[in-house]
C-alpha cells in the first residue's frame, strides 16, 4: 500500500496538510507536481527542477512517452527516474487524455462534432472524437447496468427515448476522426506518424509499468468539456467499468513488488454536473485503490465546489490528485477543499511565452516595453536563483534576441513561484493559520 499521513487538517474545511511517501522519496502535501511531458520539463535539466525549483515530484506523460522513445526504449533504460536522472518520486497519467484530445490532429481537417463511427463499434458502442468540442450523443447501451444499479437510469421509457438519437444528424465525414472510443479501450492516431495504436485499461497499465512512475493512473474516459449530461454519463459508466478492470488486472499481475511499488490512482469524472461527479467519486472511491484523481473541466469559479463534492465521497485516508489545475486562485481553493497534489503545465508554458507570475499572484510579460531597462529582478520578493541574479531586463534582451536562456530562466522563476506558493500554504495549514493566507491572497489578487 501507499503510505499517506495526515498531519493537520483546516478547521471546518476538508483541506489537510499530509506526507505521500513513495518508494523514491516522500511528497509533502499539498504540492504542486510540476509537467515533464515528454521525460524532461521544458527548458530545465533535472537537477534544476530540484535544486532551483525546488520541485519534490513531477508528472510525465504515457501518451508521449508510448510513442516516443517507445517502450522498448524506456523498458531498456531501466525507466524514467535512471533515464533521466531523477532520484525522486514520479507520476505519469494514463495517456488517455492526449489520446482523446490529440488523436485527431494527424494533418487531417477537424470537423465541428464528433460523430458516432457505427463501423468500428462494439455493438454500436463506439464514440468518435473528431475534436475536442461538443459530440452529439451515442446511443445509450441496453444494458446500462452499472448506472441502472446506481439508479441513475430507472425508466424504460428514459432508455428508449435516448436510444433515439438519430445518425441522421451527422454531418461530418466520419473518416476525418481519429480518435475513436468504445468499451475495450481508445483506439486513436500518433501525432507524430499519424499510425494507429489502441489504449486499453490493461495497456495503460502495461505502458505505465514500463515507465515506472511511483503513482501512476487508470485510463478513464476523458469527454470533451462541454460534452452533455447523457454524453457524461457514458463516459462515467464507461470510466467505472474501465477502473474495476484495470484494479484487477493490477491486483492479479503488477501489485506485488515491494522494491519498486507503484501506486494505481482512479480517476473521477463527471464533467460540469455535480450529481454526476458525486456518483462518479462514490462508485471509485469505494474501490481499493491507492489514490484517486479528479479530472475533468471546471468552469471558472466552480473549482472550489467541485471539488468539495468529489473529495467528501472520496475516502479521507488517501491522498486525491486534481489534474492540471494551474491558477493559483483555483490551486487555494482546491486545497481547502481536500486536495492533496496538483499537475499543471501552465507555469512553464507561460514562461516561453515570457510571462511570469508576480507577488500577489498577478502576472507580467517580459516583452513589454518598460521592461528593457528595467533591472530589478522579476519579482523582489521571490527568493528563486533566477531573482537573486538576474534582472528584468537582461531576460527581456534574452526573449528579444530569442536567446533560449531566457525561457529557462522564467521556467525557474515560476515553476519556483507556484511550487513555493503551494508550500507556504501547507505551512499555513500546519501552523493553523490557512484561512489568514487564503484571505491575504484572494485580497491582493483581487486588488
Ligand atoms: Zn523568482
Redesign the pocket.
Known sequence: MLNFEIKERIPNALGRAGIIKTTHGDIETPAFIPVGTKATVKALTPEQVREYVGAQAFLANTYHLYLQPGMDIMRASGGLRKFMNWPGPTFTDSGGFQAFSLGNVSGKRKSKFGVVDETISNGGQANTYSSWTRPLVPPLRRDSGLLLGLGLLTSASEMSKRSKYSPAQEENDITNSMAKIDDAGVTFKSVIDGSTHHFSPEKSIDIQVAIGADIIFVLDECAPPDADREYQMRALERTAMWAEHSLEYWKKTKRADPNNYQSLFGIIQGGRYEDLRKLSAETIGKMDFDGFGIGGTFDKGDVSKAVNVVCQELPEGKPRHLLGIGELEDMIMAIENGIDTFDCVAPTRIARNGSAYISGGKRINILNAPFRNDFA???EK???Y??MNYSRAYIAHLFRAKEMLGATLLS??NL??VVDFVAKARRAIVEGDFSHFKDDFLKSLHS
Open positions: 529582478p522579476v519579482d521571490c527568493s528563486c533566477t531573482c525557474i522563476h519556483h513561484f
